[in-house]
C-alpha cells in the first residue's frame, strides 16, 4: 500500500489500532492525526488516580515518543473533509493527506450545559489532559466543589476531590445516580458511599445558574429550586455523543458512525472504532462509552486490516470504576431488564447484581469489591442459561461452579 493506514484521532481505540497492527506485523506506512498537542494517553485515569496525585502533570502516555518512530504523527491537527472517491482527506490548513485505508477514531464529544453565569472562571469540563490540569491547578486553591451530574465521571471525580479534602456538592437531574443504569439498590448504594465520605447529593434537582464574585470567579451554584450552593469551583458532567463531525453523504450515521462486525463504515476502505461508533450487537445496533470497549474494539479493527472481514466483534461489554477504596465492574448490555437478581449482601460490600430478561436470562451483572472474579463472571453468562436463583444467590457457590 503506497499511502498506508491513516488513522484519525489518537484516542484508546485510535492508539489501539495502532498497537495491534503492529502486533499483528504491519510493515507499512502508518499516519496518526490527533487534534490534541499530544499523544496518545490513557484518558481514564484523569477522573481518578493521575487527579488524585496532586502533583504530577505529565499526561499518562500510552507509550513514549519512541514507540511511534515508525508512525508518521501529525498532532495539533483537524480534518475536515473526506473524499472517499479521491481516497484523501483534508486539514483545516488545507493540507491532502492520502490514504489506503482510513480509521476514525474520533471518540466523543461533551455535552454543554448552557445557564446564566456559566462562563464564569473556575468552572470546567473534563474530556482531555488540558482541561484536567486546569482543573487540578484551580482545585488546590478552593475549598468548595460543585459537580453537576452523578454519572460515571463526576462520581469519580467527587471520589476524588473528597479525597483532597474538599467540601463536595453533586447536582443530579434524576432522583438516582446512576439509577438508569444499575437501578434503584445500587444507586443508594453509591449515595451511601458517598455520603460517608462527607459528600452531599442534590438529587431530582437541576442547575439553574452560577454567580460570580467581584473577580469573574464562581462563587455560587443556584438549583431550580432556589437553593444556592457555595462553591469556588464547578465541574459539569452531563454525557457526552459520538463524535460524528467529519460527515459525507455516503457515511451512514446512527447516532454515531454505523459500522458492520468487521469495523467497517459505508465508505469503502474506511473503518470507525471506539465512542464514535454504533455497532451490532446480539442482534441489535447499541453504542457504548467503554475504556475496555474502544481498547477492543481498536485491536479487533486492527486485525480486519491486516485480514479483510477475519475478526467478527462480538466482545460483550465491560467497564469498571474504582471510587475510595472499592472496585465496581459490570458485564453485558442492559437498558431494561425484567428483574434484579442479588448476590452476596450489599452490607458487607461484597455483592453481585444479575439483571435478568423475562426468561430470567442475565443481561448484564454488576459485581463489587472481587466478591467474584471477572472471569467466572463471564463464563456464568457464556452459559446462556436462566438463572436458579437460590444456588445464584448463595456465595458459598461459586459463579463457574452453578
Known amino acids: 500500500m503506497e499511502h498506508g493506514i491513516v488513522i484519525i484521532g489518537g484516542s484508546v481505540s485510535g492508539y489501539n489500532v495502532i498497537a495491534g497492527l503492529k502486533k499483528g506485523g504491519y510493515q507499512g506506512k502508518i499516519t496518526l492525526i490527533n487534534q490534541q498537542n499530544y499523544?496518545?494517553?490513557?484518558?481514564?485515569?484523569?477522573?481518578?488516580?493521575?487527579?488524585?496525585?496532586?502533583?504530577?502533570?505529565?499526561?499518562?502516555?500510552?507509550?513514549?515518543?519512541?514507540?511511534?518512530?515508525?508512525?508518521?504523527?501529525?498532532?495539533?491537527?483537524?480534518?475536515?473533509?473526506?473524499?472517499?472517491?479521491?481516497?484523501?482527506?483534508?486539514?483545516?490548513?488545507?493540507?491532502?493527506?492520502?490514504?489506503?485505508?482510513?480509521?476514525?477514531?474520533?471518540?466523543?464529544?461533551?455535552?454543554?450545559?448552557?445557564?446564566?453565569?456559566?462562563?464564569?472562571?473556575?468552572?470546567?469540563?473534563l474530556r482531555d489532559f488540558e482541561k484536567a490540569t486546569k482543573i487540578k491547578a484551580w482545585a488546590k486553591k478552593i475549598k468548595e466543589l460543585v459537580i453537576v451530574g452523578a454519572g460515571f465521571i463526576g462520581l469519580e471525580m467527587a471520589s476524588t476531590f473528597s479525597q483532597w479534602g474538599l467540601q463536595v456538592t453533586v447536582i443530579e437531574h434524576a432522583d438516582f445516580p446512576l439509577g438508569r443504569i444499575l437501578g434503584e439498590e445500587a444507586s443508594r448504594y453509591f449515595m451511601k458511599?458517598?455520603?460517608?465520605?462527607?459528600?452531599?447529593?442534590?438529587?431530582?434537582?437541576?442547575?439553574?445558574?452560577?454567580?460570580?464574585?467581584?473577580?469573574?470567579?464562581?462563587?455560587?451554584?443556584?438549583?431550580?429550586?432556589?437553593?444556592?450552593?457555595?462553591?469556588?469551583?464547578?465541574?459539569?458532567?452531563?454525557?457526552?455523543?459520538?463524535?460524528?463531525?467529519?460527515?459525507?453523504?455516503?457515511?451512514?450515521?446512527?447516532?454515531?458512525?454505523?459500522?458492520?462486525?468487521?469495523?467497517?463504515?459505508?465508505?469503502?476502505?474506511?473503518?470507525?472504532?471506539?465512542?464514535?461508533?454504533?455497532?451490532?450487537?446480539?442482534?441489535?445496533?447499541?453504542?457504548?462509552?467503554?475504556?475496555?470497549?474502544?481498547?477492543?474494539?481498536?485491536?479487533?479493527?486492527?486485525?480486519?486490516?491486516?485480514?479483510?472481514?477475519?475478526?467478527?466483534?462480538?466482545?460483550?461489554?465491560?467497564?469498571?470504576?474504582?471510587?475510595?477504596?472499592?472496585?465496581?465492574?459490570?458485564?453485558?448490555?442492559?437498558?431494561t431488564w425484567d428483574r434484579i437478581i442479588t448476590r452476596g449482601s450489599l452490607s458487607d460490600r461484597q455483592f453481585t447484581l444479575a439483571y435478568v430478561d423475562e426468561n430470567n436470562l442475565p443481561i448484564a451483572i454488576f459485581f463489587a469489591n472481587n466478591g467474584d472474579k471477572r472471569k467466572d463472571v463471564a463464563k456464568f453468562m457464556d452459559t446462556n442459561q436462566p438463572i436458579e436463583d437460590e444456588k445464584f444467590v448463595d456465595m458459598d457457590n461459586k459463579l463457574n461452579e452453578i
Open 39 to 125: 499523544l496518545p494517553y490513557d484518558v481514564s485515569t484523569l477522573s481518578k488516580s493521575w487527579m488524585l496525585d496532586q502533583e504530577n502533570l505529565d499526561p499518562p502516555l500510552f507509550k513514549q515518543a519512541d514507540y511511534y518512530a515508525d508512525v508518521t504523527l501529525k498532532l495539533n491537527t483537524i480534518i475536515t473533509q473526506i473524499n472517499p472517491e479521491e481516497k484523501t482527506i483534508l486539514t483545516q490548513d488545507n493540507e491532502e493527506i492520502p490514504y489506503d485505508t482510513l480509521v476514525l477514531a474520533t471518540g466523543s464529544v461533551l455535552r454543554t450545559l448552557n445557564v446564566p453565569g456559566s462562563d464564569a472562571a473556575g468552572i470546567f469540563y
Open 193 to 335: 458511599m458517598h455520603e460517608e465520605h462527607g459528600v452531599r447529593f442534590l438529587t431530582g434537582e437541576d442547575l439553574e445558574s452560577f454567580i460570580s464574585d467581584e473577580a469573574g470567579n464562581v462563587s455560587t451554584a443556584v438549583t431550580a429550586s432556589g437553593q444556592k450552593i457555595p462553591c469556588q469551583m464547578a465541574v459539569i458532567g452531563v454525557g457526552v455523543t459520538p463524535n460524528i463531525t467529519l460527515s459525507h453523504p455516503d457515511l451512514k450515521v446512527e447516532r454515531g458512525y454505523l459500522v458492520n462486525k468487521y469495523g467497517e463504515t459505508t465508505l469503502p476502505d474506511v473503518y470507525a472504532v471506539g465512542d464514535c461508533v454504533v455497532w451490532p450487537y446480539q442482534s441489535q445496533l447499541i453504542h457504548v462509552e467503554h475504556w475496555e470497549h474502544a481498547h477492543d474494539h481498536g485491536k479487533a479493527v486492527a486485525r480486519n486490516i491486516l485480514n479483510p472481514q477475519s475478526s467478527h466483534y462480538t466482545v460483550r461489554p465491560y467497564f469498571w470504576t474504582d471510587q475510595y477504596d472499592q472496585h465496581f465492574e459490570y458485564l453485558g448490555h442492559a437498558l
